[in-house]
């Protein structure tokens, strides 16, 4: 009955088309990309744009609902959709797709948080423009969900995380009051930035609505590269050359067990004749052909074999080998993903030592963003008992070799556990007063990304 009540009231906002109800409808907003997390909604609510998120926002606090903001559902770490206790609405921000004139003279442009990011990538193209962020999941991906996780993706090396390219937000906290930080003024010296405390907040202290985002110059010249190398410390080696190029713009990582998978389940043709140990994709660009300087730092000890493609239908190809491993590996069973960054100095070690911390328990795949020291551990045939141990065990290594737990997912409900190994107990207490002084119910997001209690025998495992 309160359900319904509840429903008739956002019926009347947002219309009755968009307050989903019935179990079949509801589906595809309860259960994440990986697979791995599902639950079960009270209610999903569509509404179209910030007015009606606010006023949502402010019923379901009347009634105490908790709500889960929810983007592309492209999440890996559980953060986007309800847990099986089916009181949680979920939020949906699909239709909040509006994209504003793009403003050339300061190279901004204000977004909906529906907004699909190849979308984005198309409507700023005809002015020369482009958004520095970019990720394989680019075709179901909205800036919302990738603003409330600090998305990275793949050309951090140039432009920094989501972070950096968002010039100001819009968001609706709990109780429905609407901030608006979308002037994007390069100066503005006034106090906290709640900008970018909402960066990376994971829907845990206000629903991003709209963001005003920068822009880089479109650059007409690329050059991408498929290197084969011996080890990972050769490919380290070569990305610290690689640093020295201005127009370097992505340098990814995969192995050979990753691309014999791709190539099983893609059907691709194999890149060399003969299968090496470790892959880096690189890819250059700039106003003039950055080729030369490219196949100079190549042309050094250290490759085994080279693929270079400059159409971009060439350069297409080689990136589907590396953007191709997450459906890949999907396709073959259920994935048990860990995002972790480690200092670049330990990664050979850490993936040397894996297989004997995993110790048969897992069957690993990894990829990820070598520049940033960004590994995406995927473990295949993990027994149920065994998760928590595989992912505690993965993640105290990182952490004690100085990493993070997580480098660009996000800390969802997967890993709200094991916050304090990247996290000082300081660092969680301030994280819980900000989140009680803008949200003091708890209901936006609630279990996502700060653990549930506080748990003092897990905080003096803190590691950094």
Request: charged fraction near 20%; include cysteine.
């Amino acid at each position: 009955m309160e359900t319904d009540r509840l429903a008739q009231r956002l019926s009347a906002v947002v219309g009755p088309a968009h307050v989903l109800s019935a179990p079949a409808l509801r589906a595809s907003y309860e259960t994440d990309f990986t697979g791995r997390y599902t639950g079960r909604a009270r209610l999903v609510v569509r509404p179209a744009d910030t007015a009606q998120v606010a006023e949502v926002l402010r019923l379901c606090h009347q009634a105490a609902a908790p709500v889960v903001p929810q983007g592309g559902n492209t999440g890996l770490v559980g953060g986007s959709v309800p847990t099986p206790a089916g009181t949680q609405v979920v939020l949906s921000l699909r239709r909040l797709d509006g994209i504003d004139p793009v403003d050339t003279a300061v190279r901004q442009v204000t977004v909906g948080a529906g907004v699909v990011l190849s979308d984005l990538h198309r409507q700023v193209a005809s002015h020369g423009l482009e958004f520095g962020v970019d990720l394989a999941a680019r075709d179901s991906a909205t800036l919302g969900g990738m603003i409330a996780t600090n998305a990275g993706g793949e050309r951090v090396v140039r432009y920094g995380t989501t972070r950096a390219n968002v010039a100001g937000v819009e968001a609706v906290l709990a109780d429905g009051t609407v901030l608006d930080r979308l002037a994007g003024l390069p100066k503005d010296n006034t106090g906290y930035d709640l900008t970018n405390l909402l960066v990376g907040s994971e829907g845990t202290l206000g629903v991003v609505t709209r963001a005003r985002l920068r822009l880089v110059p479109q650059l007409p010249e690329r050059v991408t590269a498929l290197v084969a190398l011996d080890s990972l410390d050769s490919a380290i080696d070569l990305v610290s050359r690689l640093r020295t190029l201005d127009s370097l713009e992505l340098a990814e990582f995969f192995m050979a067990d990753g691309l014999a998978l791709v190539l099983d389940k893609s059907g691709l043709p194999a890149p060399f004749r003969t299968a090496h140990p470790v892959y880096l994709l690189v890819e250059c660009a700039g106003q003039r052909d950055p080729a030369q300087e490219l196949f100079d730092v190549l042309d050094k000890p250290g490759p085994l074999e080279t693929a270079v493609a400059l159409r971009g239908a060439d350069r297409r190809r080689l990136a589907a080998y590396r953007e191709r491993h997450t459906e890949s590996i999907n396709a073959e069973g259920v994935p048990l993903k860990l995002d972790v960054t480690v200092p670049l100095a330990e990664l050979p070690g850490f993936v040397a030592g894996l297989p004997v911390l995993l110790a048969g328990r897992a069957r690993p795949y990894l990829f990820g963003h070598l520049a940033e020291g960004n590994l995406h551990v995927n473990l295949l045939d993990v027994a149920a008992a065994d998760e928590e141990a595989v992912t505690g065990q993965v993640l105290e290594r990182v952490a004690a070799l100085g990493g993070s737990i997580s480098a660009e997912h996000g800390v969802g409900r997967a890993k709200s556990r094991y916050l304090h190994l990247s996290r000082s107990p300081a660092e969680i207490a301030v994280m819980r007063s900000v989140k009680s002084a803008l949200d003091p119910a708890g209901l936006l997001n609630p279990g996502t990304l700060l653990p549930r209690a506080v748990d003092a025998s897990a905080a003096g495992h803190h590691a950094r």
